[in-house]
């Protein structure tokens, strides 16, 4: 059973940084792009980043590119999200996401930003 | 960016009846390789999302026959046939023809009357 558990979420002030981490398990990791996506609360969905299943591609949203570095250890199934700069409006639920095409999600962790 | 457009915004149903989403991108989402990467996603109320079609009309596995999806170009439809209660959601479209950036329509509430 694929499962991407995802962790790292808090409260953190504007200006702040964070690190997300998901595990995966229940596939070959190193065999697939990963992805983030967010969501707002109480909004829709956005993708963030993906990188490609060697970590030898990386690409971003325009609104996150320069802050935010995702990263992969294939050794450790396990996919990475630095956030840094963090401002009010990157509050949301970040997702863990197996591929680009959306076919397995993690649960979710929270970010809030704010004072 | 490619721009995707759902419609309606919110849509109430009778149980048993039908419903129908459209989704429109600002640009054709035919790739160059001939597939058109359109993909359609279902989020329960308190769930992470869950796709239900991708190529615009292919199933995933576990997803019920009442799920379709149709369309080419820059329209496309997802057909929800004889509603029932677990359907109430949220769906969202997206396209992954031409990226980056991935591009999500804004959702489309799904309640039943």
């Known amino acids: 059973e694929v499962q991407l558990v995802e962790s790292g979420g808090g409260l953190v002030p504007p200006g702040g940084s964070l690190r997300l981490s998901c595990v995966a398990s229940g596939f070959t990791f190193s065999s697939y792009w990963m992805t983030w996506v967010r969501q707002a609360p109480g909004k829709g969905l956005e993708w963030v980043a993906n990188i490609k299943e060697d970590g030898s591609e990386k690409y971003y949203v325009d609104s996150v590119k320069g802050r935010f570095t995702i990263s992969r250890d294939n050794a450790q199934n396990s996919l990475y999200l630095q956030m840094n700069s963090l401002r009010v409006e990157d509050t949301s639920v970040y997702y863990c996401?197996?591929?680009?095409?959306?076919?397995?999600w993690g649960q979710g962790t929270l970010v809030t930003v704010s004072s | 960016d490619v721009v995707m457009t759902q419609s309606p915004l919110s849509l109430s149903v009778t149980l048993g009846q039908s419903a129908s989403i459209s989704c429109r991108s600002s640009q054709s989402l035919v790739h160059r390789d001939g597939n058109t990467y359109l993909i359609w996603f279902q989020q329960r109320p308190g769930q992470s999302p869950r796709r239900l079609i991708y190529k615009v009309s292919d199933r995933d596995s576990g997803v019920p026959d009442r799920f379709s999806g149709s369309g080419s170009g820059t329209d496309f439809t997802l057909k929800i046939s004889r509603v029932e209660a677990e359907d109430v959601g949220v769906y969202y479209c997206?396209?992954?023809?031409?990226?980056?950036?991935?591009?999500f329509g804004q959702g489309t509430k799904l309640e039943i009357k």
């Open positions: 996401v197996r591929g680009n095409s959306g076919s397995y």
């Open positions: 997206m396209q992954k023809t031409h990226w980056p950036p991935y591009t």
